[in-house]
């Protein structure tokens, strides 16, 4: 599959723990998780959840629940899924029962914003869904021009600022109250990711929330934080900052056909405890694809 074509650097790291493990023996237990962790710590896991999941394997080895290679290896994988699987967090988007839903998509410029939800857009017209954009990034100049070509390719209708100095909040505003009128299905919203140190992005994505919910109760429905996969562990700061304030319902990681480290996507997960719900895999209309945690496992441990 193409969706962790991607991995390759990954793949190789962590191939290096099939042949110790094939090699195992008890005696030996110390230094191959030693070397295990390792593979992980270059994976880009993180010391924490390297350590902690070499220590729960060291924990059952010793009290002998895992008795070869094999099963340590799926104890391995097994752990590493459940990170993935946050409980009470659904995977799937969850658009509630009012029309429209409203969908944000936030993260700094250059995370793949604006291409994800073009990309969104055409699988939710492939479902059936009446979508409407939104071009709230109205502090990029491009940025609105960019949207319009993704609502063209896609066939979708879009609300775009009428003239300079139009308020992001106001432009999802007026996109939601025609969604309303017009009986859309979902107004997909683009934001500005201008830097996350300045503060006056974080007041506008509460403004724009706030403005959203004006026209529909409970909206947005989903606010989904867009992180390119190849930045590794330092997204994890810009992350923990848009939840803080405008409180995340799922990650889109984009890049991951790039040079994107597998073991990032475990620890931005835990760290967050919000779930990946689409993955980018491409720079492409169609390369927009739903996250499948066991896929994903058996992917980068294949
Ligand atoms: P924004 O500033 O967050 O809206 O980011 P853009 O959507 O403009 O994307 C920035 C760049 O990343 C563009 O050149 C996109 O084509 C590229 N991009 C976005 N998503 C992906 C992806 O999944 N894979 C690849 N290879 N490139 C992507």
Known sequence: EKIFSGFTKTRQNLAVIDELLLYWNLAETDRVLDELEEALLV??????????IVESLRGDILAGKLKSGNEIKDALKKSVLELL??????????????????????????????????KLARRLKNEGVKILM??????????????????????????TAEGEKVKAASVLS??????????????????????HTNYSLMEELIACKKAVAKVVPGAPNEILLVLDGTTGLN????????????????????????????????????????????????????DLQPFDAEAFVNAIFS
């Open 43 to 52: 994976s880009d896991f993180g010391p924490r959840i390297s350590m902690k």
């Open 85 to 118: 699987n946050i409980k009470g967090r659904k995977t799937e988007l969850q658009l509630g029962f009012r029309k429209p839903a409203v969908i944000m998509v936030v993260g700094v410029n250059g995370g793949g914003k604006t291409t994800s939800l073009g």
């Open 134 to 159: 939104a071009a709230g990034d109205t502090f990029r100049a491009a940025a609105s021009e960019q949207l319009e070509v993704w609502a063209e390719r896609t066939g979708s209708e879009i609300v």
């Open 174 to 195: 007026q996109a939601v109250k025609k969604g309303k009128e017009q009986g859309y299905d979902v107004v997909l919203c683009d934001t500005s990711g201008r830097l």
């Open 235 to 286: 997204m994890l700061p810009q992350a923990r900052e848009f939840n803080e304030v405008v409180g995340i319902t799922g990650l889109i990681l984009t890049k991951l056909d790039g040079s994107a480290r597998g073991g990032c996507v475990v620890s931005v997960v835990d760290e967050l405890g919000i779930p990946v719900k689409f993955v980018g895999v491409g720079e492409g209309v169609d």
